[in-house]
């Protein structure tokens, strides 16, 4: 685990910062998002878990943080 994920989510198949959210899930436990790549058309899902520990509020923290910022770029570049 590193910081570097924290700032532009890579295409798991090209490597490029192109991705957008298409759309977002929320479950109890879970949310997940699809995405698609603008460089190579790549489409795939991300989960991100709701953990329930120690660490809520950092996480918290940084779900907030990253869902603020794909909230504008799907606004934006995915209209
Ligand atoms: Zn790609």
């Given at each position: 685990m590193t910081e570097k994920e924290y700032g532009s989510y890579q295409c798991p198949r090209c490597g490029q910062p192109t991705t957008c959210v298409r759309n977002t899930m929320s479950f109890d436990n879970h949310i997940t998002r699809r995405r698609v790549c603008l460089t190579c058309?790549?489409?795939?899902?991300?989960?991100e878990m709701r953990v329930d520990s120690?660490?809520?509020?950092?996480?918290?923290?940084r779900i907030?943080?990253?869902?603020?910022?794909?909230?504008?770029?799907?606004?934006g570049v995915c209209a």
């Open positions: 058309g790549e489409t795939h899902e991300t989960i120690m660490s809520v509020l950092n996480f918290a923290n907030t943080r990253e869902a603020e910022a794909e909230a504008a770029r799907a606004s």
